[in-house]
């Protein structure tokens, strides 16, 4: 009995859920579709309400459901998903948007981006300068500006006071210091024989010029003070500017040899024991030479090879550019060039192993 009520319960809901589909079908062949896609939204409607309890609403989104609420009847306002007072609120807020006017920013106008940047500019070119110092140049150029601007504008940079920034940088420090500081080494070079031929070089830290001193096969002390000699000679007045020789430890270098620079006035610095980049630049140096130079030909003997680097020495100094002089060599060669009616010209050196470009008009 229980068994044929239920049977029967199944029954109904079944034709019941037959008659509803039908009705649907039949609504939507009647032109009643959109009536089909409003049961849809507001079923999907329902889900979400259960599902987000608090939506999160664009301006855009308020502003449209502020308007429709004016062409909808108060009584059919249940239909949107906010209360009635959210969307009285949200049209008050429309209505007051639309009639009141902006309001001046309180306080003092914002300082221009150009000036900001001067004085920025100006407090890092120059490292000794407060706020009071900056403001005075700032009047001068035209831009009047309080000091306590500037002093805000610093501060909000991240740029010290004057006194912890007056200081010179690392950098700074060793390129007023490479202006008297000439390096010295040696290198070899194998000739075609296997014989072993020494070269003593110096360069000058500040303008990386490099002075080929003396090639032999046996460079004794005495040989090599001669040379030391031979160089303060060629250099002349231009000695005097110089303070510090920095060498290695070679015992090629004697003390007849320090003594030499030691009475024009230039104190000798001895590098770290086993520790080359000490003398960095002429490492530096020696490693161009030989990729430019030396390895790629083959050296017959010391005359030969004096006369390679006295050549490469002079396209080194003269017209290589280097990277930490602006793309300029040691030595440029003073030229104006028009270039609308410049030819760029090729001079090979070295029998075409390295190429020299110049400006002809």
């Avoid at 017209?319 to 090729?346: E, I």
């Amino acid at each position: 009995m229980a068994r044929t009520i239920q049977d029967m319960a199944a029954s109904l809901v079944y034709l019941l859920l037959r008659q509803l589909l039908q009705m649907l079908t039949q609504l939507a062949r009647d032109g009643g579709a959109k009536d089909v896609e409003l049961l849809v939204l507001r079923h999907q409607v329902a889900v979400l309400r259960r599902q987000v309890h608090r939506p999160d609403l664009q301006p855009a989104d308020r502003v449209v459901l502020a308007a429709l609420s004016r062409l909808l009847p108060r009584q059919r306002w249940a239909t949107f998903f906010v209360t009635p007072a959210t969307l009285l609120r949200w049209h008050q807020q429309l209505i007051a948007r639309q009639w009141t006017y902006p309001h001046a920013r309180p306080g003092r106008p914002p300082v221009d981006r150009e000036i900001r940047e001067l004085v920025l500019r100006l407090a890092a070119e120059n490292r000794t300068w407060g706020h009071r110092r900056v403001q005075g140049e700032l009047t001068g150029l035209g831009y009047q500006i309080a000091a306590s601007t500037v002093w805000k504008i610093l501060h909000h940079a991240g740029v010290d006071p004057a006194p912890r920034r007056a200081g010179p940088t690392w950098r700074q420090f060793l390129t007023a210091q490479a202006h008297t500081i000439l390096a010295c080494d040696f290198f070899t070079v194998d000739t075609v024989l296997l014989k072993r031929i020494y070269v003593l070089f110096f360069i000058e830290l500040a303008t990386r010029q490099v002075h080929i001193i003396g090639v032999t096969a046996h460079p004794t002390g005495a040989w090599v003070a001669q040379q030391a000699r031979n160089l303060l000679m060629n250099l002349d007045q231009r000695a005097d500017g110089l303070r510090f020789l920095l060498r290695d430890r070679d015992t090629k270098f004697t003390t007849a040899f320090d003594t030499v620079f030691t009475a024009a006035g230039i104190d000798v610095i001895r590098t770290p024991p086993q520790a080359p980049m000490a003398n960095a630049f002429a490492e530096r140096w020696v490693g161009t030479v030989r990729r430019e130079c030396t390895d790629r030909m083959l050296i017959a003997g010391e005359r030969h090879l004096a006369s390679v680097l006295t050549e490469y020495t002079e396209h080194y100094n003269g017209r290589r550019p280097h990277r930490s002089l602006g793309q300029r060599p040691p030595n440029p060669p003073p030229q104006v060039v028009d270039l609308t009616v410049a030819r760029v010209q090729r001079r090979p050196i070295l029998g075409g192993l390295i190429n020299e470009y110049t400006q002809a008009a």
